[in-house]
């Protein structure tokens, strides 16, 4: 067996293990035990909650599209194995179809006796858990789930995908400028193109078009307030912390207040990961000397947030918050109110735009302000443009650059060395499609229908150029996500928030702002270091902070 074989051997025990006699009597003791029979079904696609089964004897397929003429069995289970997926545990909707092959008993464990055993058993939770977060990689490469089905000149189109693929929702993209079996679907539907994009999801049904919100909302995914209380409603659940934003700041600061006993809810206004779950290779993350891309980080740390019994909601965006004594009320945009013992902000960065003339003509039509498979797919084999010299641009070319045709780094500075760390600096400089442009910017955008050719003006001679692409993926520094914050908390003159001794009291504490019980983490954070493992250190650290205030503030 060869290097590679014997990896890919390795990942699939590690997502289809077989549990031991210990292990099966852990389940045994909590769970329900059932005689099946060929062809019970034990949970079915479209279902919104399941229970983890566990074989005792007999077979269970798992089954995509069932019972259509595209069904097909993906895996099949045998004694000691457990059927089940990451969404037992998040409450998405189902995906696929688990039908018993033949006679035989099984164990069902509810989604809560699962996270007790996740949380009592060491051995038992790695084991599970890296199963889910293997199984959740396998079906994203599948071509399981959602089926959307849009033009790739829609902006719609575009939204839609980035927000399941930054959610890491399996789903299949048909386009409809190069699949002929998207027009078909179209046509048995009855659906017009200009009402596209269209989901179809587990079970057949339909969506036109729909708002991320109400997309979310229809698959399962958390979007609202702990019990939904509306605006002014005179019982409100109160968490102990609330986290808002879901970066790698906000998922370490759920994950620590859980794991420690606090009633933690994070939400956040986009999908969870924030803009480090758009990145398509971290290198230098504590750890991971092979790297991981931002959704995988993103996705293992949901998963370990919700596993110790963090709620993370998406997408779900604060408006606004106030004062109600030593509690903090925050609105979201659906009117849902939170409250709050303690707030941790980690609401990030967006990146800043081009200033160009015509950037919205071409925004999602050629202009990307991320670089994930889903753009990649939009321009592969052509050339296209990378603006910016931090981390993220240099990580984009790299990505991008497997796929392309030509990558044109534009830089403002004569070169990366004070903006870019030294292992992607290399990077760029080995690779053959990538060329560098120092002191460079963007003056203009080209092309009829979408993006095709990007100009260029050189700083200091005022030369110009032109630049075929197929698209312009912008990274070129960040403005802080604090709009909504008001005056609650005192902010530097760009908007970020200021903490510590930068807010005027040489005693304050590092990450604590300038009102009692509310504390910043992360890229929103005046003054703070703009890396993942920095956000991850802050939003830990800001979790003591806030053990100290509710025991200070509410005795404890």
Same mark, same amino acid.
């Given at each position: 067996?060869?290097?590679?074989?014997?990896?890919?051997?390795?990942?699939?025990?590690?997502?289809?293990?077989?549990?031991?006699?210990?292990?099966?009597?852990?389940?045994?003791?909590?769970?329900?035990? /059932?005689?099946?029979?060929?062809?019970?079904?034990?949970?079915?696609?479209?279902? *919104?909650?399941?229970?983890?089964?566990?074989?005792?004897?007999?077979?269970?397929?798992?089954?995509?599209?069932?019972?259509?003429?595209?069904?097909?069995?993906?895996?099949?289970?045998? !004694? #000691?194995?457990?059927?089940?997926?990451?969404?037992?545990?998040?409450?998405?909707?189902?995906? =696929?179809?688990?039908?018993?092959?033949?006679?035989?008993?099984?164990?069902?464990? !509810?989604?809560?006796?699962? #996270?007790?055993?996740?949380?009592?058993? +060491?051995?038992?939770?790695?084991?599970?858990?890296?199963?889910?977060?293997?199984?959740?990689?396998?079906?994203?490469?599948?071509?399981?789930?959602?089926?959307?089905?849009?033009?790739?000149?829609?902006?719609?189109?575009?939204?839609?995908?980035?927000?399941?693929?930054?959610?890491?929702? +399996?789903?299949?993209?048909?386009?409809?400028?190069?699949?002929?079996?998207?027009?078909?679907?179209? @046509?048995?539907?009855?659906?017009? +193109?200009?009402?596209?994009?269209?989901?179809? /999801?587990?079970?057949?049904?339909?969506?036109?078009?729909? %708002?991320?919100?109400?997309?979310?909302?229809?698959?399962?995914?958390?979007?609202?307030?702990?019990?939904?209380?509306?605006?002014?409603?005179?019982?409100? $659940?109160?968490?102990?912390?609330?986290?808002?934003?879901?970066?790698?700041?906000?998922?370490?600061?759920?994950?620590?207040?859980? %794991?420690?006993?606090?009633?933690?809810?994070?939400?956040?206004?986009?999908?969870?990961?924030?803009?480090?779950?758009?990145?398509? *290779?971290?290198?230098?993350?504590?750890?991971? +000397?092979?790297?991981?891309?931002?959704?995988?980080?993103?996705?293992?740390?949901?998963?370990?947030?919700?596993?110790?019994?963090?709620?993370?909601?998406?997408?779900?965006?604060?408006?606004?918050?106030?004062?109600?004594?030593?509690?903090?009320?925050?609105?979201?945009?659906?009117?849902?109110?939170?409250?709050?013992?303690? =707030?941790?902000?980690?609401?990030?960065?967006?990146?800043?735009?081009?200033?160009?003339?015509?950037?919205?003509?071409?925004?999602?039509?050629?202009?990307?302000?991320?670089?994930?498979?889903?753009?990649?797919?939009?321009?592969?084999?052509?050339?296209?443009?990378?603006?910016?010299?931090?981390?993220?641009?240099?990580?984009?070319?790299?990505?991008?650059?497997?796929?392309?045709?030509?990558?044109?780094?534009?830089?403002?500075?004569?070169?990366?060395?004070?903006?870019? %760390?030294?292992?992607?600096?290399? @990077?760029?400089? *080995?690779?053959?499609?990538?060329?560098?442009?120092?002191?460079?910017?963007?003056?203009?955008?080209?092309?009829?229908?979408?993006?095709?050719?990007?100009?260029?003006?050189?700083?200091?001679?005022?030369?110009?150029?032109?630049?075929?692409?197929?698209?312009?993926?912008?990274?070129?520094?960040?403005?802080?996500?604090?709009?909504?914050?008001?005056?609650?908390?005192?902010?530097?003159?760009?908007?970020?928030?200021?903490?510590?001794? $930068?807010?005027?009291?040489?005693?304050?504490?590092?990450?604590?702002?300038?009102? !009692?019980?509310?504390?910043?983490?992360? $890229?929103? *954070?005046?003054?703070?270091?703009?890396?993942?493992?920095?956000?991850?250190?802050?939003?830990?650290?800001?979790?003591?902070?806030?053990?100290?205030?509710?025991?200070?503030?509410?005795?404890?």
């Amino acid at each position: 067996m060869g290097e590679l074989d014997e990896v890919i051997a390795a990942e699939r025990r590690g997502a289809y293990p077989e549990l031991t006699d210990e292990q099966l009597e852990v389940f045994t003791r909590v769970g329900t035990r /059932r005689a099946v029979t060929a062809g019970d079904v034990l949970f079915s696609a479209g279902d *919104r909650g399941y229970d983890l089964v566990v074989i005792v004897s007999g077979r269970v397929a798992v089954v995509d599209a069932a019972g259509t003429p595209d069904e097909r069995v993906l895996v099949e289970h045998g !004694p #000691r194995r457990f059927v089940g997926e990451l969404n037992l545990l998040t409450g998405q909707a189902v995906y =696929l179809t688990a039908i018993a092959r033949e006679a035989g008993e099984v164990v069902l464990v !509810p989604a809560s006796a699962l #996270r007790e055993v996740l949380a009592q058993e +060491p051995t038992l939770s790695e084991i599970v858990m890296r199963a889910f977060l293997l199984r959740r990689a396998i079906l994203l490469g599948a071509g399981v789930g959602l089926r959307v089905v849009g033009s790739r000149f829609s902006s719609d189109t575009r939204r839609i995908l980035e927000f399941l693929a930054r959610a890491r929702v +399996p789903s299949t993209w048909l386009d409809l400028e190069g699949e002929q079996g998207a027009e078909l679907l179209l @046509q048995h539907a009855g659906v017009a +193109p200009e009402q596209t994009p269209m989901i179809i /999801r587990q079970g057949g049904d339909l969506l036109l078009n729909p %708002s991320n919100a109400a997309l979310a909302a229809s698959i399962g995914l958390d979007t609202g307030a702990p019990a939904g209380h509306p605006a002014g409603s005179a019982e409100e $659940d109160v968490v102990d912390l609330l986290v808002v934003g879901c970066g790698p700041g906000g998922l370490a600061a759920a994950v620590y207040g859980a %794991s420690e006993g606090l009633h933690t809810l994070a939400v956040d206004a986009v999908a969870v990961g924030g803009q480090a779950g758009t990145s398509t *290779r971290i290198e230098n993350y504590l750890g991971f +000397p092979a790297g991981l891309s931002g959704s995988e980080l993103a996705s293992r740390a949901t998963v370990q947030a919700q596993k110790f019994g963090a709620r993370l909601t998406s997408p779900c965006e604060a408006v606004s918050v106030e004062a109600q004594g030593d509690l903090h009320v925050v609105t979201l945009t659906s009117g849902d109110r939170i409250t709050a013992r303690s =707030l941790v902000l980690a609401t990030g960065a967006t990146y800043r735009k081009l200033d160009v003339a015509n950037l919205e003509r071409y925004e999602s039509l050629g202009v990307y302000y991320a670089a994930t498979h889903v753009e990649a797919r939009a321009c592969d084999g052509l050339p296209v443009v990378v603006v910016g010299g931090g981390n993220s641009a240099g990580q984009a070319a790299v990505f991008l650059a497997e796929r392309v045709e030509q990558v044109h780094l534009l830089i403002r500075r004569e070169d990366l060395a004070a903006t870019m %760390s030294r292992y992607l600096i290399d @990077q760029l400089d *080995r690779h053959p499609r990538i060329r560098v442009h120092a002191r460079t910017e963007v003056s203009g955008l080209l092309g009829d229908h979408r993006l095709e050719a990007v100009e260029v003006v050189r700083r200091g001679s005022g030369g110009r150029e032109r630049l075929t692409a197929a698209a312009a993926f912008v990274f070129i520094g960040a403005r802080p996500r604090t709009a909504w914050l008001g005056d609650y908390v005192a902010l530097d003159p760009d908007g970020f928030v200021l903490t510590g001794p $930068d807010t005027g009291d040489p005693t304050r504490a590092h990450l604590a702002t300038t009102r !009692p019980g509310v504390f910043a983490a992360g $890229d929103v *954070r005046s003054g703070s270091t703009k890396r993942v493992a920095a956000a991850v250190g802050e939003g830990s650290m800001a979790v003591s902070l806030v053990h100290r205030h509710l025991d200070a503030t509410f005795a404890r």
